[in-house]
């Protein structure tokens, strides 16, 4: 491998003349400003920097366009570059003073030079480049404005640029006249103090040109094969690239010119909403070519599983994407705690060959709206959760499996008022929050349009609004930590947010929504008591809104907002093949006592739902519908619902063992109209048949298979029937 040293200049003039490009296997750009302000601290200083690695070859490898304007290469020898890149890019903008492009989008990159800098070296502890939020410590604006002035490198900010002292990076760069940038700074002649010390350091600026990396030159008789796993190692050792990006690498160099397939694609998710990275995408692909999600094998994939994975995954994306938008509400990734629920969607999507019935897909409308709101895969050991999801979806287990995978994750799965104290709008909460206030019908309070992430035009687009302006609270002693409380936001039009600015509540309400004031507050949960609306109030306010909220988001989650049938709609049908009624599940009602006849009856009634169709079991109501309570069943078991539906699993799962517990019910307790509280068990249909042990009248037990006949749970009789049953039910099952 050979060694040489090379310039910042010289650097740069070969990615302008497009001598040095990128390989396929490199990521895109992502560096944001502050790293590339440090980066220009750093060569300032003339400190350390790293070095360049690059491979030398003639051989026709895929490339990809860098995130910097390039001419095109007239030599048939490249140097590809592999280790640099954001680097480089970033030293290219700012020396030619052009934009870098960004998922399609070209930024400029605008530094600022502070000619008063002292020679200390500071640390950049703030965001030069933000207006508000600073903290829950308030800096005033002569304590900011010092700090700023001790950096030497700031991003730019019109504020900043039109002080005397801060000079543009890249017109620095442009010129080698210093008398603009003197005249600027107010000096007026060489015998001003300031001309030698301005002077030196506009020539120390431009002397980035000249610092010098060591550039290593890997030889050309390495194949695209071997710089692939070197670029893997490289970058492994420094965790400088995340797996996605290594998993690119490897890919692209078994499937030349995939990046361009891939990239086709993220884009079509793009225009659709879903705007995600490409790493999720890859994921998914690994996802369908393995059946779990981790990069780690991705090196021992054939490029025949690569293109067969990535096209199951492509078909199964645009089905999550498809059912997210018109099932579920979900318009973009913007709503999405995690992208990794789109990977599930689309694998389950696939394991069941896109063909869903309605009770099915309303489970698993319910599933996502959970899953999203209690953030399944924002905590923890997020793939190790993904690739438990996936098995289970990969061993046949259904939407109900996925929902009560979420039970043992979080214990219960309505929302509590204590889940809403502290969360703001990054919370998972926040978004289903704008999710329920729309179905509710939440509008705008100057338009009356109804809230959506798609009006156009700045005056409707979505803006979260502080009912309790920011300013108004730090008036009161409030920080702004206080002022971002997920019960301080409402949703409305921007023009709307702009009308109100900073007055409060107390005056804004009555001027501007007079007496519609009540119904359109409503809407999103905000007290409309006007005594609240006053700082003074605002803890009060927070806790009567989380309480509302609460209540909000319970109602959108129960499973009659999931599109399933209310309970009371369950009560009064007659029972028919998917749906049975059991007044109790152990206490004989005629005999007064605890009958385990009634418990095996029950358990009849889980398999024949499993054996056909699915269904709904519902215990506590009687044949005729009356509903009769759990009550007798609680005391018959000392104790309450959660150990009533433990001894219920425990009868399935010694039965049929705990991953038929999990994956075939779903165990719920609405309370009817009258407010008495009921079991309802809700069955799917199975992957695998069910048989119970039954006793004849001489006692001799044997395995029997029930299924749904009418309003009846019946025995398939004969050894011949039940084969032909199974093989049809159940295909690919093991023969009878």
């Not at 269904?615 to 109501?621: A, D, K, Q």
Request: charged residues 25%; hydrophobic residues 40%; glycine residues 8%.
């Amino acid at each position: 491998m050979a060694k040489q040293d090379i310039s910042v200049e010289h650097l740069v003039g070969m990615i302008g003349r497009g001598e040095l490009r990128l390989p396929e296997m490199q990521r895109d750009y992502v560096w944001r400003g502050p790293r590339v302000r440090d980066l220009l601290d750093s060569l300032y200083r003339g400190y350390p920097s790293g070095a360049i690695l690059v491979w030398e070859t003639e051989e026709p490898v895929p490339l990809r366009d860098m995130a910097i304007g390039q001419a095109e290469n007239p030599y048939q020898k490249t140097l590809l570059l592999l280790d640099g890149q954001q680097r480089l890019t970033s030293l290219s903008a700012v020396l030619r003073g052009e934009p870098v492009t960004v998922a399609g989008r070209k930024l400029p990159i605008e530094l600022l030079f502070n000619l008063e800098h002292p020679e200390a070296v500071l640390a950049a502890d703030i965001d030069e480049g933000a207006d508000d939020d600073l903290g829950d410590e308030a800096i005033d604006a002569d304590e900011l404005t010092r700090r700023i002035n001790e950096l030497t490198f700031v991003i730019g900010t019109k504020k900043l640029a039109a002080m005397a002292q801060w000079v543009r990076v890249s017109e620095v760069f442009a010129s080698e006249d210093n008398g603009p940038f003197l005249q600027r700074a107010g000096l007026t002649g060489f015998d001003d103090p300031r001309y030698a010390r301005y002077s030196q350091r506009l020539a120390r600026l431009r002397g980035i040109r000249k610092y010098e990396y060591r550039m290593d030159v890997l030889e050309r008789s390495l194949t695209y094969e071997d710089v692939t796993d070197i670029f893997v190692r490289v970058n492994s050792l420094g965790a400088k690239l995340r797996s996605s990006d290594l998993a690119l690498a490897q890919i692209t160099a078994r499937w030349r010119h995939s990046l361009v397939v891939f990239q086709a694609f993220q884009t079509e998710c793009g225009r659709r909403g879903f705007d995600l990275d490409l790493g999720i995408h890859l994921k998914a692909m690994i996802a369908f070519a393995t059946g779990q999600s981790r990069f780690l094998t991705v090196g021992k994939l054939k490029l025949e599983e690569l293109q067969s994975g990535w096209a199951k995954a492509t078909e199964g994306m645009r089905f999550a994407i498809n059912f997210l938008k018109s099932n579920v509400g979900i318009d973009g990734d913007g709503l999405l705690s995690s992208p990794f629920l789109m990977i599930v969607l689309a694998f389950y999507g696939h394991a069941r060959g896109y063909a869903l019935g309605a009770a099915e897909a309303a489970q698993l409308r319910r599933w996502v709206l959970l899953a999203n709101t209690k953030g399944r895969f924002s905590r923890g050991s997020t793939e190790t959760i993904l690739d438990q999801d996936l098995a289970a979806i990969g061993r046949g287990e259904g939407a109900g499996a996925l929902i009560e995978r979420l039970r043992l994750q979080f214990g219960r799965l309505d929302v509590t008022v204590a889940e809403l104290e502290g969360k703001d709008s990054r919370s998972s909460l926040f978004k289903t929050m704008f999710l329920a206030f729309r179905a509710g019908g939440a509008k705008d309070w100057t338009s009356n349009l109804a809230i959506s992430l798609t009006h156009a035009g700045s005056q409707h687009r979505l803006e979260a609004h502080h009912f309790f302006p920011k300013a108004l609270l730090a008036k009161a002693g409030l920080s702004s930590r206080d002022a971002e409380d997920i019960a301080n936001l409402a949703f409305i039009g921007g023009k709307t947010n702009r009308r109100i600015s900073d007055k409060s509540p107390a005056e804004y309400v009555p001027e501007m929504l007079g007496e519609a004031a009540r119904p359109l507050l409503e809407q999103q949960a905000i007290p409309t008591d006007p005594q609240l609306w006053v700082p003074e109030r605002y803890r009060d306010f927070l806790r009567l809104r989380r309480e509302g909220i609460a209540r909000v988001l319970n109602t959108f989650l129960a499973e009659d907002a999931s599109g399933e049938r209310p309970i009371e709609a369950l009560i009064a049908e007659e029972e028919n093949e998917r749906l049975e009624f059991k007044g109790s599940l152990r206490w004989d009602l005629v005999e007064k006592r605890v009958n385990p006849v009634l418990e095996q009856v029950a358990v009849k009634s889980v398999a024949a739902l499993s054996n056909s169709a699915g269904g709904t079991l519902l215990i506590g109501v009687h044949d005729g519908g009356e509903v009769l309570g759990l009550e007798p069943d609680y005391v018959s078991l000392a104790g309450d619902r959660d150990v009533f539906e433990r001894h219920l699993r425990k009868l399935i799962q010694n039965r049929w063992g705990v991953a038929t517990g999990i994956g075939t019910v779903a165990v719920s307790f609405p309370v009817s109209q009258t407010g008495i509280e009921l079991c309802r068990v809700d069955v799917h249909a199975g992957s695998r048949p069910l048989f119970v042990e039954v006793a004849d009248k001489n006692g001799v037990k044997s395995e029997r298979l029930f299924v749904r006949s009418g309003n009846a749970s019946i025995p398939v009789e004969s050894a011949s029937q039940v084969a032909e049953y199974v093989n049809r039910r159940f295909p690919g099952y093991a023969k009878v």
